[in-house]
């Protein structure tokens, strides 16, 4: 199983990105995909994820509104569109996947890629 995240780099404040996570290896429409974040120092956390079918979408409060999460099973990628980034948005952020549901704990997910750096300058 290989999970590829792409799309990183550097952003003004209330600038924009877009972040991809190419998969291989896994039947990618029985599985739940998710964005995390770790900044220097801080602990993972969970960004947004979403199901099986693109139609339930769950963001953290510190994104909400400002952050989507998609996905194409036909290309078995999930995208992440970053919108008005503020610094303290700056992390390398990490596509991850699991098969069954319940929490979006990084500890639950079964399967990660290597992340990517988003630095947003103020």
């Known amino acids: 199983v290989q999970l590829q995240a792409s799309g990183g780099g550097l952003a003004q404040t209330g600038g924009s990105l877009r972040l991809s996570c190419a998969t291989s290896?896994?039947?990618?429409?029985?599985?739940?995909m998710g964005w995390f974040r770790q900044a220097p120092g801080k602990e993972r956390e969970f960004v947004a994820g979403?199901?099986?079918?693109?139609?339930?979408?769950y963001y953290a409060d510190s994104v909400k509104g400002r952050f989507t999460i998609s996905r194409d099973n036909t290309k078995n990628t999930v995208y992440l569109q970053m919108s008005s980034l503020r610094p303290e948005d700056t992390a390398v952020y990490y596509c991850a996947a699991r098969r069954n549901g319940g929490s979006w704990y990084p500890g639950d997910m079964e399967y990660w890629g290597k992340g990517t750096q988003v630095t947003v300058s103020s």
């Open positions: 290896g896994l039947t990618f429409s029985t599985y739940r």
């Open positions: 979403i199901n099986w079918s693109g139609n339930g979408k």
